[in-house]
């Protein structure tokens, strides 16, 4: 039997915590005696309208039923008072450990139909949203030497959906923020990951069959949530895949490739052409391996590879 993963004495801000998702993280940060700072703008799925409502009742059930400690904040993640929601998490309980990047909105068109509003819209609610709470919280979590970070992505952003140009260009933007900083912050034991789950909340509700969207509670996706910000987990640097009970992580390939030997006819399209199967094949060869890069630096290892010859 694995010990009970407790929250007693972090303070956890989870943003777009007034509905879907989110609620269900601040909810159970809170059972496992986490001071939540509940942030919601309230408004709308398209992201019109604001209402203090969403917070407040997520606040007042963690108060009621677990007898918790939370506070709620309306702000937006991306308006000009972003910053004031990590204030209000180190003015209520003075500090912050945990921060889940969860807030977000749809503004669906197929590209030829989405305009520059809807595009730039989507883009600064999810990515422009999760830098501003990411700036304010770091001092924070680096003077502390303790910090736990979960950006919100979406397997539309991983591998692109039909009608979200918008959406899966800030969430893939998030992932490559998310991988940036758990680079910058792993000597602060501030650690970084990104999640792409699956769930049934009023993002899907409209998209999704019935039967499916029965699966996909989101009670299934809280619990990788709190693993991975817990002060426990080692984890960092990673993506993960979620949804209806399907736990899994996600990570890049590159194929064994293909050097060439460095001479004028090798560089031309023509030489691409012809070894174009062997520079897509994803197959270990005898002195290249496929590989699962991480950083920037096992470029190190291809140009090895390629002096080789
Ligand atoms: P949701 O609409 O129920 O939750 C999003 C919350 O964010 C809402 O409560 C909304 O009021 C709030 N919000 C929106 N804009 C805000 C702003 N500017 N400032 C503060 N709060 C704001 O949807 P959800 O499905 O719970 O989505 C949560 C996150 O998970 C989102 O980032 C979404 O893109 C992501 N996601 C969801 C799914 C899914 O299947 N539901 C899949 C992939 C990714």
């Given at each position: 039997m694995s010990d009970t993963l407790s929250f007693k004495g972090r303070v956890v801000i989870v943003t777009g915590a007034g509905g879907g998702l989110g609620k269900v993280y601040a909810l159970e940060f809170a059972k496992r005696g986490a001071k939540v700072v509940v942030n919601?703008?309230?408004?709308?799925?398209?992201?019109?309208?604001?209402?203090?409502?969403?917070?407040?009742?997520?606040?007042?059930?963690?108060?009621?039923?677990?007898?918790?400690?939370?506070?709620?904040?309306?702000?937006?993640?991306?308006?000009?008072?972003?910053?004031?929601?990590?204030?209000?998490a180190v003015?209520?309980?003075?500090?912050?450990?945990?921060?889940?990047?969860?807030?977000?909105?749809?503004?669906?068109?197929?590209?030829?139909?989405?305009?520059?509003?809807?595009?730039?819209?989507?883009?600064?609610?999810?990515?422009?949203g999760a830098y501003k709470l990411t700036k304010a919280a770091w001092p924070y979590m680096r003077d502390q030497k303790f910090g736990r970070i979960i950006n919100t992505a979406s397997p539309a952003g991983l591998f692109g959906n039909?009608?979200?140009?918008?959406?899966?260009?800030?969430?893939?933007?998030?992932?490559?923020?998310?991988?940036?900083?758990?680079?910058?912050?792993?000597?602060?034991?501030?650690?970084?990951?990104?999640?792409?789950p699956l769930a049934r909340s009023r993002m899907t509700e409209n998209v999704l069959p019935p039967h499916i969207l029965k699966e996909l509670g989101p009670e299934k996706i809280a619990p990788l949530v709190l693993y991975l910000t817990h002060?426990?987990?080692?984890v960092t640097n990673s993506i993960f895949e979620l949804a209806a009970g399907y736990y899994g992580q996600t990570r890049w390939?590159?194929?064994?490739?293909?050097?060439?030997?460095?001479?004028?006819?090798?560089?031309?399209?023509?030489?691409?052409?012809?070894?174009?199967d062997s520079i897509t094949d994803f197959k270990d060869k005898p002195f290249n391996k496929v590989e699962h890069p991480s950083q920037l630096a096992d470029y190190n290892t291809l140009t090895a590879k390629a002096k080789q010859l």
């Open positions: 919601d703008l309230g408004g709308t799925l398209g992201g019109a309208g604001s209402d203090s409502k969403a917070a407040d009742v997520v606040v007042e059930q963690i108060k009621r039923e677990y007898n918790g400690e939370a506070v709620a904040n309306y702000d937006s993640v991306n308006g000009a008072n972003a910053a004031n929601i990590v204030k209000t003015d209520a309980f003075g500090r912050v450990d945990v921060l889940v990047n969860n807030a977000g909105i749809l503004r669906d068109a197929s590209f030829a139909k989405m305009d520059a509003q809807q595009f730039a819209s989507v883009v600064d609610v999810h990515l422009n039909f009608g979200q140009a918008n959406y899966a260009a800030a969430k893939m933007g998030l992932v490559g923020l998310a991988e940036t900083l758990a680079k910058e912050g792993y000597k602060y034991n501030i650690l970084v990951n990104s999640i792409a002060e426990s987990t080692k390939e590159r194929s064994a490739g293909q050097i060439f030997n460095p001479n004028e006819k090798s560089f031309t399209p023509e030489s691409i052409l012809n070894k174009w």
